[in-house]
Nanobody, 122 residues
Framework: VQLVESGGGLVQPGGSLRLSCAYSGFTLDYQVIGWFRQAPGKEREGLSCTNDGVGTIYYADSVKGRFTISRDNAKNTVYLQMNSLKPEDTAVYYC????????????????WGQGTQVTVSS
């Protein structure tokens, strides 16, 4: 199982980025993919999750209304569209997968990507 994030970078406050999480080596059982982030000195924070099996989508309050998760199974890719970015969104962003259900608990996830840096600064 492999997950590879891309799309990070430097953006001004109020700007947008779209992150991609390309996955491979999955069985059909791994239908839950979540997005997390970790800023220096802080714990890993669950942001959003999609469960393809039951159509569940989850958003943390900190990103609700600004971030949108989507999935293209034909391309084996999950996206995180991030709008109205703020300096406090600066972090390394990760995608991860698990077998069971959407959760914001990082310990519940089995496989992780390497992360992509997002920096929001003027």
């Amino acid at each position: 199982v492999q997950l590879v994030e891309s799309g990070g970078g430097l953006v001004q406050p109020g700007g947008s980025l779209r992150l991609s999480c390309a996955y491979s080596g999955f069985t059909l059982d791994y239908q839950v993919i979540g997005w997390f982030r970790q800023a220096p000195g802080k714990e890993r924070e669950g942001l959003s999750c999609t469960n393809d099996g039951v159509g569940t989508i989850y958003y943390a309050d900190s990103v609700k209304g600004r971030f949108t998760i989507s999935r293209d199974n034909a391309k084996n890719t999950v996206y995180l569209q991030m709008n109205s970015l703020k300096p406090e969104d600066t972090a390394v962003y990760y995608c991860a997968t698990q077998l069971y259900y959407c959760s914001d608990d990082a310990s519940q996830y089995d496989y992780w990507g390497q992360g992509t840096q997002v920096t929001v600064s003027s």
